[in-house]
Structures are given as C-alpha cells and as structure tokens.
C-alpha cells in the first residue's frame, strides 16, 4: 500500500462522518478546525490543507464560518439579555460578550471584523472657518487693542541696517 496512507484514512474517516458537508456544518457550528482535526487524528495543518484544496470546498469554509459568527453574535446578545444585574454577573456576562465579539471578529471580519467598521475622517476646520466669517459678517467685530505693555512694533531686519559699515564707531 504506497502513497498517502494519512491521507487515504482521514478521507476516508470524512466519508464516514458524512462527508464534507457534515464537516461544514461542524465549523458553522462554532467548531474550530483544530478541533475537528484531533477528531480525526491528524494535525490543524494537515487536516487544514484537506480542507480547503478545493476551491468550491474553501468558498463553503468561509460561508461556514460567516455562520458560524452570526451564530456568536446571536449568543452574545442571548447572553446580554440574560446577564444578572450583579457586579460580578455583569463583569462574567462582559467578559463572555467580549470573547463572543472577538472571535465573530475573527471568523467573519468583513461583517464584524475592523474592516466593517467605518474608517472616516472628518475635517471641521473649513467648516467652522466658513461659519465664523458669517458670524462676523452678522455681528461687528472688532478687533481687541493691544494690551498695555506689548510691543507692537514691528523690528527692521534688513540686511542694510544690521551690517555695520567701516565708517560706523
């Protein structure tokens, strides 16, 4: 028998657990690839490459696990719903919500990963300039005197006058 021996028994242990499909429904479930490896017996790594060397097989990987967020953050709001209103129940229920959060993070970040959030920068300067040139053109302003005791002078720093010349004491 030469070849792939792991290989040929852990596709074989997929067949007999239902195929693909029922490895799917196991990562949409919230079940980690690393958990599924160790119930075949094989490494994370190993059974990782199986899983997604087709192209059809690693589009439905990604689906199962935009699921299986979904399914995260459904919990976490069962779990907020459900939080006692004791300090200690409400740092459990944040902690458990938090953890929750992070790892539909992870499984589906276009949904609820950083990337889905809004990354916009807003700039208020011309807006305000614009309104306080029209609270000015409304109002008259005038400018305040110069307080008492500044120099109001402006200083000559012409290259003629700070040169002295030869004839100059």
């Known amino acids: ?12 242990a997929v067949q007999r657990a239902g195929g693909w499909p029922a490895v799917l429904d196991r990562i949409a479930d919230g079940e980690t690839v690393t ?4 119930g075949f017996d094989v490494s994370r790594s190993f059974f990782a490459r199986l899983l997604h060397e087709d192209r059809d097989r690693h589009e439905l990987v990604r689906r199962a696990r935009e699921e299986a967020a979904d399914a995260l953050i459904d919990e976490a709001l069962e779990i907020a ?16 919500i938090r953890s929750r959060l992070w790892e539909a993070a ?10 889905a959030r809004a990354r916009a920068q807003l ?5 305000h300039l614009a309104a306080l040139r029209a609270q000015a053109a409304t109002q ?29 004491p």
């Not at 992870?106 to 990337?115: D, M, N």
């Open 81 to 96: 719903d459900s939080a006692t209103a004791t300090p200690d129940g409400l740092d459990r229920a944040r902690l458990r």
């Open 123 to 127: 700039s208020a300067g011309p807006a």
């Open 1 to 12: 028998m030469s070849g792939r021996p792991v290989r040929r028994r852990v596709l074989l």
């Open 35 to 38: 958990m599924i490896a160790r």
């Open 140 to 168: 008259d302003w005038k400018l305040a005197a110069p307080s008492v005791g500044v120099d109001t002078r402006v200083a000559d720093h012409s290259p003629s006058r700070t040169r002295r010349s030869a004839e100059d």
């Open 106 to 115: 992870r499984l589906g970040p276009a949904r609820y990963g950083r990337a």
